[in-house]
């Protein structure tokens, strides 16, 4: 039997690439639109605001589709908005501000950090089980422990750098905001520390999924609910900081076309993920994050004249390392879940065979009742 090539079978693997291109040209503008002057808070406002509207013919179609409401309970509805301020919120507000002090490689590095750090979250709230003697657990903490070390390093150890530098021009940035004043080129360390408080409050966001989707199951509804309250909690966040009404105009095209194209591709790229995962699974779409730090390093460094450090490129390959470290641990997971269901089923089956030759035996045991009352 010759091997048979399905376009089908690449499918998620070729929508997981164009996502992860997708992802890197976010990077790379972005901080662009944000070097030259626009506010990370106006940004992420922007970004959702035009996501939120972005996904409003997908809200209609699943909600017609699958006849849930777009009512939420009391409950549901705070469930809701604690993970849209910390989520997302809070979570974006800090990734755009470190990307804008850092450097876009240096974003798209320590994002990898996320499943780690939901591994750790989860086995905190006792989601994640420990099993000391397990392969895969070890698996998992020491690619944890590989992970926040590659991070560390890209924050702290430098080293020589590769290419050409180039002096981060001033902005107003809500450090300055709160009169943490650093000197000119001196802002990487806090813009990788913001990026790793960025990647905690995002697995929390993770975490947080759980609960929300027993109150609202349909990921689609909760979803544009989350992007809803995050616009209204970030402009009311935006107001409060930025007290200049100049801060919401976008004067270049650069900064109109950044916002919109982060609304758009927010909303495709949920929908694209939610697809890959509904037919590859959650560790699938990980695998391909690495990949989005790759292209961003490459572009980033040769056409925008970012930094490039020895320090921050062997740290940032040890966050790829213990990410894929921790992904090999939870795939052994998930094939164990899968060999249990497949047990359990098998079980379930030999039972109902069982039951269904038991009064298969008593008809013929009592046929031979008969025939011996009838001798």
Same mark, same amino acid.
């Given at each position: 039997?010759?091997?048979?090539?399905?376009?089908?079978?690449?499918?998620?693997?070729?929508?997981?690439?164009?996502?992860?291109?997708?992802?890197?040209?976010?990077?790379?503008?972005?901080?662009? $639109?944000?070097?030259?002057?626009?506010?990370?808070?106006?940004?992420?406002?922007?970004?959702?605001?035009?996501?939120?509207?972005?996904?409003?013919?997908?809200?209609?179609?699943?909600? &017609?589709?699958?006849?849930?409401?777009?009512?939420?309970?009391?409950?549901?509805?705070? @469930?809701?908005?604690?993970?849209?301020?910390?989520?997302?919120?809070?979570?974006?507000?800090?990734?755009?501000?470190?990307?804008?002090?850092?450097?876009?490689?240096?974003?798209?590095?320590?994002?990898?950090?996320?499943?780690?750090?939901?591994?750790?979250?989860?086995?905190?709230?006792?989601?994640?089980?420990?099993?000391?003697?397990?392969?895969?657990?070890?698996?998992?903490?020491?690619?944890?422990? @590989?992970?926040?070390?590659?991070?560390?390093?890209?924050?702290?150890? &430098?080293?020589?750098?590769?290419?050409?530098?180039?002096?981060?021009?001033?902005?107003?940035?809500?450090?300055?905001?709160?009169?943490?004043?650093?000197?000119?080129?001196?802002?990487?360390?806090?813009?990788?520390?913001?990026?790793?408080?960025?990647?905690?409050?995002? $697995?929390?966001?993770?975490?947080?999924?759980?609960?929300?989707?027993?109150?609202?199951?349909?990921?689609?509804?909760?979803?544009?609910?989350?992007?809803?309250?995050?616009?209204?909690?970030?402009?009311?966040?935006?107001?409060?900081?930025?007290?200049?009404?100049?801060?919401?105009?976008?004067?270049?095209?650069?900064?109109? $076309?950044?916002?919109?194209?982060?609304?758009?591709?927010?909303?495709?790229?949920?929908?694209?993920?939610?697809?890959?995962?509904?037919?590859?699974?959650?560790?699938?779409?990980?695998?391909?994050?690495?990949?989005?730090?790759?292209?961003?390093?490459?572009?980033?460094?040769?056409?925008?004249?970012?930094?490039?450090?020895?320090?921050?490129?062997?740290?940032?390959?040890?966050?790829?390392?213990?990410?894929?470290? @921790?992904?090999?641990?939870?795939?052994?997971?998930?094939?164990?879940?899968?060999?249990?269901?497949?047990?359990?089923?098998?079980?379930?089956?030999?039972?109902?065979?069982?039951?269904?030759?038991?009064?298969?035996?008593?008809?013929?045991?009592?046929?031979?009742?008969?025939?011996?009352?009838?001798?």
């Amino acid at each position: 039997m010759g091997f048979r090539f399905s376009f089908d079978d690449y499918k998620p693997a070729i929508a997981m690439i164009g996502l992860q291109c997708i992802f890197a040209a976010l990077a790379i503008f972005s901080r662009a $639109a944000l070097v030259q002057g626009m506010s990370p808070r106006i940004f992420v406002f922007y970004r959702n605001a035009i996501a939120t509207l972005a996904m409003a013919p997908a809200i209609f179609l699943s909600s &017609k589709k699958s006849g849930n409401r777009l009512s939420i309970s009391l409950r549901g509805f705070f @469930v809701i908005s604690v993970t849209a301020l910390v989520g997302v919120t809070a979570n974006q507000n800090a990734y755009f501000e470190g990307l804008y002090l850092s450097s876009s490689s240096a974003a798209s590095a320590i994002v990898n950090l996320i499943p780690a750090i939901t591994f750790v979250m989860a086995a905190t709230v006792g989601l994640e089980k420990i099993k000391a003697r397990s392969w895969r657990t070890v698996a998992k903490i020491v690619g944890t422990v @590989v992970c926040v070390g590659g991070a560390a390093s890209m924050a702290l150890i &430098k080293g020589p750098k590769l290419l050409n530098a180039q002096i981060l021009p001033k902005n107003i940035t809500l450090l300055n905001m709160l009169g943490v004043v650093q000197p000119e080129g001196d802002t990487w360390f806090l813009g990788c520390v913001l990026l790793f408080v960025s990647s905690c409050f995002w $697995a929390f966001w993770i975490i947080m999924l759980v609960p929300v989707s027993k109150h609202c199951p349909d990921p689609v509804i909760s979803g544009t609910w989350m992007l809803f309250i995050a616009t209204i909690l970030n402009g009311i966040f935006t107001v409060l900081v930025d007290d200049n009404t100049k801060v919401w105009n976008l004067p270049t095209p650069l900064q109109l $076309a950044t916002c919109v194209y982060a609304g758009t591709t927010s909303a495709f790229s949920f929908c694209v993920q939610s697809w890959c995962v509904s037919r590859r699974g959650p560790l699938f779409t990980a695998l391909f994050n690495p990949v989005c730090t790759v292209i961003t390093t490459f572009v980033s460094s040769l056409f925008m004249h970012e930094d490039l450090y020895i320090g921050s490129l062997m740290g940032a390959i040890a966050v790829i390392i213990g990410l894929y470290i @921790v992904l090999w641990g939870k795939a052994k997971d998930v094939e164990d879940m899968k060999r249990q269901r497949a047990e359990a089923q098998d079980a379930i089956i030999d039972d109902s065979e069982k039951d269904l030759e038991q009064p298969l035996l008593r008809d013929e045991e009592s046929d031979d009742t008969i025939k011996c009352d009838k001798v």
